[in-house]
């Protein structure tokens, strides 16, 4: 009798033979009409129970999921159910979703012919990374009376892991190959300088560049002879994360911290698509989460497992650790992206020594955010005072990151300033421009 439930049909149905009843004090006859409504209620809530719960498995079930869940991104869960009664039934679909999403009222409705199946999908979007249990899927079925409901209970644990975004990668590499990210697009920029790999030594034809010229090659063929060089491969491309506090802001539910991590995560894919070396680095208080620099096939699925692995108490973080360690562990010039968060030029300049410091040896790329509150104040139409005080606060704050720019800048430093949703293809814009101009 556990499995047995009753629906609300019934209860109308005996508020409506209650309404009778009362009437029946003013007119007698419907006295004895009550009493057979009643009768037969009852006589149908047995025949219902009978026709549930003669046959055993009436219904089955199943719940498909996802290896893993990517984070921040929509992943579908897909239900297959089927109906084995000899009648048609409806079915109240309640599926025990992990806490995590705070989904309370989850209810879906199918009507399902005999003999037939029904399969949907919805979709769970996580905003942390971690594991997410999932409970029963619970499947309330009631013949075409509706009085009385029986529940069949599938699945009851599923754990899945919810790792770095990982879902829109192949479409990244696509954009990526076709230099059409669009934010306007990457542009075709002029190649400077010759930081190229050797190829071969070949003759000279029209069209040449003439600074190529091997004069060593040509004394010895007496023919003009010209250097061929080839895109240089396996450079070296390390992403750091920080991971103190000032990554902890929130926006749309995912900490800044979590965005970089789907931006490392989309950026490394490019990396090794494009044949470079994809490493990695996290720090606060201390550097943790290492991976060398490398291009094997089992890379992408080492980093990632890194960056599922991130925790973080939020302290203040130590660029002095990060400037040492970068300058032990990274022996060659590599290109550094460095992902963080400054709020104020004071705040800079704290770190700014550190920060020439690695740039002395390496080509940084220092990544922080646009504020999407401020950005929302700024171009809003202020209708009072009080409008218009925030609206100049927030333009004080929007231009103090472009200070901040401006310094990096005195320095040699590139820089990525994006709001926090742009950021994976802003990044991977900014790799292919480092490429393309051949400034590494």
């Not at 249990?133 to 892991?161: C, E, M, W």
């Not at 699925?301 to 973080?317: G, M, Q, R, W």
């Not at 040492?324 to 104020?344: C, G, H």
Request: one cysteine or more; a positive charge.
């Amino acid at each position: 009798m556990k499995n047995l439930y009753i629906n609300t049909r019934f209860f109308f149905t005996l508020i409506g033979v209650g309404i009778l009843y009362v009437f029946a004090f003013f007119f007698p006859f419907l006295m004895i009409i009550a009493h057979i409504i009643l009768l037969i209620c009852f006589l149908m809530v047995i025949v219902d129970y009978l026709l549930l719960f003669l046959q055993k498995n009436g219904v089955l079930a199943q719940r498909i999921l996802p290896e893993k869940l990517s984070n921040g991104d929509e992943n579908p869960v897909k239900i297959d159910i089927k109906n084995e009664y000899i009648f048609p039934i409806t079915a109240k679909i309640i599926d025990e979703i992990p806490f995590q999403f705070q989904k309370r009222d989850f209810l879906i409705e199918k009507k399902i012919d005999s003999g037939k199946n029904t399969y949907f999908q919805y979709v769970l979007e996580p905003k942390e990374r971690g594991e997410y249990h999932f409970g029963s899927l619970n499947i309330y079925a009631s013949s075409p009376i509706g009085f009385v409901s029986k529940r069949f209970i599938f699945q009851k644990d599923a754990t899945l892991p919810s790792y770095p975004s990982f879902v829109h990668l192949r479409k990244y590499e696509l954009m990526a190959l076709q230099n059409e990210f669009l934010l306007g697009g990457i542009k075709k920029i002029r190649k400077l300088g010759h930081t190229m790999e050797f190829e071969q030594i070949k003759e000279y034809v029209p069209g040449d560049d003439i600074r190529t010229i091997n004069w060593k090659a040509t004394s010895k063929t007496n023919r003009l002879m010209v250097n061929q060089f080839q895109d240089e491969k396996a450079q070296r491309i390390f992403m750091l994360i920080d991971t103190g506090r000032t990554m902890k802001m929130p926006f749309n539910g995912l900490s800044l911290l979590d965005y970089s991590i789907n931006a490392a995560m989309a950026l490394s894919h490019i990396i090794l698509k494009k044949g470079d070396r994809a490493g990695m680095m996290t720090f606060s208080k201390k550097t943790e989460n290492k991976i060398a620099g490398e291009n094997k096939s089992g890379q992408l699925k080492k980093i990632s497992e890194a960056l599922y692995n991130v925790k973080t108490d939020f302290f203040e973080s130590d660029f002095n650790r990060l400037y040492q360690d970068v300058k032990y562990s990274f022996n060659q010039r590599s290109l550094i992206l460095l992902f963080t968060n400054f709020e104020t030029l004071d705040g800079l300049n704290r770190q700014l020594k550190y920060l020439r410091g690695i740039a002395k040896n390496h080509l940084l790329v220092v990544v922080f955010f646009k504020n999407a509150e401020l950005q929302t104040l700024i171009h809003k139409n202020p209708e009072s005072t009080q409008e218009i005080y925030d609206e100049i606060i927030a333009e004080k704050f929007e231009f103090e990151k472009k200070l901040i720019i401006q310094e990096l800048r005195k320095y040699g430093i590139y820089t990525v300033y994006t709001l926090p949703e742009n950021l994976n293809i802003d990044v991977i814009n900014k790799y292919l421009e480092i490429k393309a101009r051949g400034i590494l």
